[in-house]
């Protein structure tokens, strides 16, 4: 199988204040915000979709009460080859498969191999986002 690479552009991190956090993202980074999510909002830089998500803090599934990223996403062009490839490198699916439903941002979730860390693969994308960046 060719391995074929992958486009970091989604990553969700877990904030106890949504409204206080997006104000750092516009001031701090200069992003703006793409849109609302199911528990919090998106932000972006044109290239990179950042969830904030009012999850108190804590990362789902995990032990720790700390803060930081949830998970990540990666865009593909074939949902069934990238999850053909991240299966192949010991991923284990944990939730998800696309809906037939237009225009859905919608993900399949899995974890790496030592369930370090939850990852989304998609062929929709999401919010303000862009796939391919023209330079």
Same mark, same amino acid.
């Given at each position: ?8 552009? #989604?990553?969700? !991190?877990? *904030?106890? =204040?949504?409204?206080? %956090? ?5 001031? &701090? ?41 949830? #998970?990540?996403? !990666?865009? *593909?062009? =074939?949902?069934?080859? %990238? ?5 192949? &490198? ?46």
């Amino acid at each position: 199988m060719d391995k074929k690479p992958m486009k970091l552009r #989604h990553i969700a !991190m877990s *904030v106890t =204040d949504v409204p206080s %956090a997006q104000k750092f993202f516009e001031e &701090a980074f200069g992003m703006t915000k793409a849109g609302d999510a199911q528990n919090g909002i998106y932000m972006t830089d044109g290239v990179i979709n950042v969830a904030l998500l009012t999850k108190g803090g804590k990362v789902p599934g995990v032990n720790h009460p700390y803060y930081g990223v949830m #998970h990540f996403g !990666m865009w *593909v062009d =074939d949902l069934a080859q %990238a999850e053909a490839q991240v299966q192949a &490198a010991g991923a284990t699916h944990v939730q998800g498969r696309p809906p037939n439903t237009p225009n859905s941002f919608y993900e399949v979730k899995y974890t790496d191999p030592k369930g370090n860390f939850l990852f989304d693969i998609t062929a929709s994308g999401w919010r303000g986002a862009v796939k391919e960046v023209k330079p």
